[in-house]
Structures are given as C-alpha cells and as structure tokens.
C-alpha cells in the first residue's frame, strides 16, 4: 500500500469498530448486545456466519459473562475482543479489575452511553468514566475514522504492555452517525498487529500452570505494582506504536493529546471526544473575531498525559475542562479534578473552571460551546467563577 | 469405558499435591482425586469458581493442581470454561498450538454457592450454548468459604450463621433448592449426583461426564467438618449415610430418561443422618420438625422413582 492512500468507506462508528474487528480477525469474540453499542456485535455476528472471519464467537447471557468468557479465553492464549456500553459495562466492572490483574491484553469497544438511573440510551461518559481505576487503557475516540485506527492501535498496544484497552466512541454521536472512514487493506492491518505473545501457554500440558491463586499480603502488593509499571510502560509504548502506525500508513492519530490552535492561546478549553469537534469549529469562529482561544482534546485518558496537559496549559491564563459525566462528589467532573492534579506543580498554574454538559445524551450545540467560551473568556478577564458549572440544563 | 479398581484410582490419582490448606476431614480433597483419576485419560484445563477449593489449593506461590488451572471470579465458573474452550479451538484451528497428546477436556469446578446460588446464571447460559465441559459442584450445602453461611443448598432446618438457630427460628426455614434437577432441565449431554462413599458409582459419573461431547455436570455431596459440626474422621461416612436415608440420593439424566442408581435395600430414618451434626442439634428433641425432613426426602423421591420409571421403547 501507498503511504496515505487509504479505501475510502463510509461507515457509521459501530460498523467502522466492526470493520476493524473483522480486519483483526480476534480468535475469540465474547459478546452481549446493549444500545448503542449493539451494532458492532450484530455486524460482528454476521461476519461469523458468512465465513468472513473464523473467529470463535460466543454469544453469552449476560455482560458479566461476555468479559468473564473473555478473560477464560484471554487466558488461553488468545487474540480477544468485545464490545459493550454503559449498563453492560457497569455489570462487567468486577471482571475489569481481574483482566488487568491477570495481564491479559483484552480490546474491547465501549459506544458512550449514560448510566441509569434515570434510565436512557443516550451518550455520555459516565460509564467509562467508571472505570478510570479498573487498570484498562482508556481511549476517547473523536469520530468514526479515529475509532477504526484506534482500535488497530489498541490491539498492538494492549498486547505490547499486556494489559487491557478500551476504546470509545460516543454513543449515537459516532456510533450511529455516517462518515467517510480511511481503512486499510486487510492485510497492511494483519501486518501490523501481528500474532499475540502470550506469557504462558495454558495448553502446555507437559507445564501446568495455575492462573489466579490466592495472593496474599506476602505477594500481592508486588504483583499490583509490576502491574502499575506496565501502566507507566504503557506510556512510552504507546507513544511509539502511534508514531510507527501514523508513520507507515500517513494517518494523523494523535496519541495522548490533540492541541488545537493553542500555541498562542490565552485561554483554552480541554474536552474528549466528539465535543471536541463542535468546540473546534466555534474556536474557529472565535479565533477569526481575534480571540486567542484554543483546545487540548484528551485522547487517552489512562494512563493520564499530564506531562502533556502540563505542556500544553502551563502559562495559558485560564482553562475550563468539559466533562460528560459527574463524579457526585461536588468536586467536579472526573476530568477537571485530574487535569487541575495535572497542573498544580505547573510553572505558571492557569485559572481553572470545570463544565459538567450533554448527560443523557443532551446536544452540546453552538449556543452552549459559544458560552463555555465566554466564560472561560471572562474567567481570564479577572471574574470569579464557581468550582464548575452545568451547561445546557434547565435549572 | 474402564472400570477402575482402587489400585487404578490411587495410581491414576497420583499429583494433585499434598500440603494444600484444606480443613482435616474436608471431602473434597477425595472428590478432586477422584476426578483426576478419571480424567487421567485426558488433558484437563479446570477453571474453579471462588471458594474453599481456590483459596486452599493455590495461595501463592504454591499450587496443588498438576494441570492448568485457572480461576476468575465466584460467579463466571460456566462463563470462563466457555472462553477457555473456545480459545483451545480457534487456537488449534489456527495452528497456533499443537494437538495435545491427549484429548483435552474442559473442568469447571464450584461449590454450592457458586453453582446453586450466584454462578448459576453463567452455568446455565454455558449449558445452553452447549459448551464441551464437565461441571462438577462440590456441595457441602452453605458458604463455608466466608464462615457458614446460608445458601440455597442448604437443608431445612439447618443451623448456619446466616440462619441460626434461634429462640423462635429453628435454622433454615426453606428446603434446598434441587439443582440437579433445574439443570438437567437444561438437556445436557449428562447430569449426575454422586457422593465420594460411592467411590466407583462417583468415578464413573466423572468418567461420563468427560467422555461426551457436550456440556454435562455432577454434584457431588462434599462434607464440611467445621460447617456441618461433625467429627473430621467420619466425613466419608456421613456422605454414605445421606445416600443410605435417600438424603441425598445418587442418580442420572441421560437422554432425556432417569436412573436411580443406588436404592436402599432397608429404610434408614433421615436421624442417622442428622444426629451426627450440629447443624441439626436444635432438632434432635423436636421429632415434628426431623418429619418435616423425612416428609420432603420422601416427596423427592417418589418425584424421582416416577421420572425413573418412563422407560426408552426398547427397555417397554
């Protein structure tokens, strides 16, 4: 393949994740359906049973079962994935901790979907948001193309650090909405992931091992903390795979950070996902009025780039973080509290105010992108703000 | 099949390794020789649910298990076997492992609490796909793992912790749950109750279950000293005498018909039974309540001689 000459396909976020699915062609799928996530699993089905793949899929009862069927198989030594959404990830949330425990390199599609109760089908992070100490690599994907390249990526990562990734799209926003994706050739993706190294070969019958023994006080401590070394390993590992990804196939995946017109920025908004497109498009707006405005989009959430976020907002005057989701703690959204952590030994610590928007799937349009703007804009300009605000709600 | 005589056992049991932590008199150690014996046919992979077995067979860094073995969690047992043989396959499939010199056969083990009560979804949705798998149930009727407490195992009127024996309640107030039943509803391959004093009725039940192909599964009485309030050295006997008072009666689901295998030549009243034990102790004065027992031993088993008793064409 011709560097940068991509097969242009248009396909909505669940059929690209499935696509690239295909292209990986996992040894075992484990998976359970739930909107909106629902599609990867059908499209994946149907791929099974006309013989495009040869995956062994396993259609379980439940999402606590599709992760724990996914671990047994992890386990064996096998190339796995799955895919699920808020509900079923909340149900699987005990089998996250084991899979990241056990080291097994697990890829699995998350479509952003709210939590009940209330109970909706709608996008937003909190799910996900969940999960931040579960020991999975996080990746916040921007729109259909980036999901199909990150999921590749994924694979190739997970398998590097041998711990497990997951990779989200908003839910409806890009799961459900068309657009024209870059893919590769089948074989150009088979090239690049490569066949999984495990650590052990389970149907070694001549070397038994035993996996997941009681861990006590006397070893236990040891094992989270090699585990936590394959988090910061993650770190380099990551910013080297997507070098060597963008650099063989002329994408332009950013790994842990996009920056956006930041670079002479007197105050900048930091949001994940496809917020982060509507954001662009209204610094554009703004940035031709004269205003100095910029973005940071986080990408990878886990492990946490805050040397990046330092990088990027040390010395901007003010920064306002968008979150999709609540930590109930009234200390904001998950994501201020980590990228105000991220700052606090920064050179020059910017002023920070914190969004809470778009829960249950609520539209973040113009009007509200224009606000968080204006008041990031006066939070620069001297005026107090609260800890954070909720956008886009009737109070 | 071959029948084994106790010299075949206690060769072909040879590995599952001494110095685990099991409690003095606890069944299951003789369950789990009894099944490596009758898969020393086969290369086992055994995925075992949370509880006594886990914890006292593998605390780090030892391991009593000579084959792979892998646990997860308390309530995937079904779920993680599934992976587990699905990976075997599309592994082999795709040449990315060689054929083993045996054939392989997939265990998964799991005591009453993770079969009867919280791992049951996950058995049953195994089952259902049809997964080529053993599932043997230890049963020693209550969550001993976290200190006696109540499962849907346990009998009525049984003292636990979650179920005590009280002023006003005398222990557990619903009788058992009957498991083997509600899965051979399932239509498995094979589904068994054995009890280790039946050793050679017990091994070859294993042996069963791990020569079809399909899901099959045995439950398997498994006495529990510190639990059941018995004397360490009369473990095996206790299972003999919950077979003797049809307590706990031995039979099997293959091919949609039934067989009892054992039936008491003599009636044996359930207190033989119960008088041994501390969990019934506050019943032994009480003869309404050890009827209530008896009543239900003996509704459960005119429920069984009926199933038995539809013939196959050719046996008419």
Known sequence: MEKGTFIKMALTGNEAYAYAMKQINPDVVAAYPITPATEIVQIFSKYVANGEVDTEFIPVESEHSALSAC????VGGARVMTGTSSQGLALMHEIQYIAA????????????RTLSAPINIHGDHSDTMGSRDSGWIQIYTENANEAYHSVIMAIKIAETVNLPAMVMLDGFIISHEMEVVNTLPDEEVKKFIGERKPLYNLFDFENPVTVGPLDLQDYYFEHKRQQMEAMFNAKKVILEITKKYNDTFGTDIPAFVEPYRLDDAEYAVVALSSAASTLKEIIDEWREKGEKVGLLRLRITRPFPYEEVKKYLSGIKAVGVMDRAE???????????????????AEKRPKITGFVFGLGGRDFDDEQANTVLSMIKDLKDGKELPLYSFIGVRE | MQRLNLKQLAERSQGFAPGHRACAGCAFPSIIRMLLAAGADYDLVIANATGCMEVVTTIMPYSAWPVPWVHNAFENAGATISGIERAYKALLKRGKIKNAKKPVKFVAIGGDGGTYDIGLQALSGAIERGH??????????GYMNTGIQRSSATPLHAHT?????????????????????IIAMHRPRYAAQGSPAFWNDLVKKFQKGLEVDGPAFVAVLSTCPPGWGTPENMSIELTKLAVETRFWPLYEYEDGY???????????????????????????????????????????????????????????
């Not at chain 2, 080529?132 to 009727?141: K, P, S, W």
């Not at chain 2, 912790?161 to 039943?181: E, F, H, N, Y």
């Not at chain 2, 969990?279 to 005119?302: A, G």
């Open chain 1, 327 to 345: 930590t109930h703690s009234t200390l904001g959204g998950p994501m201020l509290q980590e990228v105000k952590a991220a700052l606090y030994d």
């Open chain 1, 71 to 74: 671990v047994g198989a992890s």
């Open chain 2, 161 to 181: 912790t979650t179920s005590p024996a009280g002023t006003v309640i005398p222990g557990k107030q619903q009788p058992r749950k009957d498991l083997t039943k």
């Open chain 1, 101 to 112: 425990g056990l080291r097994l390199p697990i890829v699995m599609a998350v479509a952003n």
């Open chain 2, 132 to 141: 080529d798998f053993l599932y043997v149930l230890y049963d020693n009727e």
């Open chain 2, 258 to 316: 039934w067989k009892v295998n054992y039936k008491p030549r003599k009636f044996v009243p359930v207190e033989e039974f119960l008088k041994h034990q501390g969990r019934f102790k506050h019943i032994m004065k009480r003869p309404e309540l050890i009827k209530e027992i008896q009543d239900e031993i003996e509704k459960n088993w005119k429920e069984l001689l009926w199933l038995e008793s539809r013939k196959k064409e050719e046996e008419k």
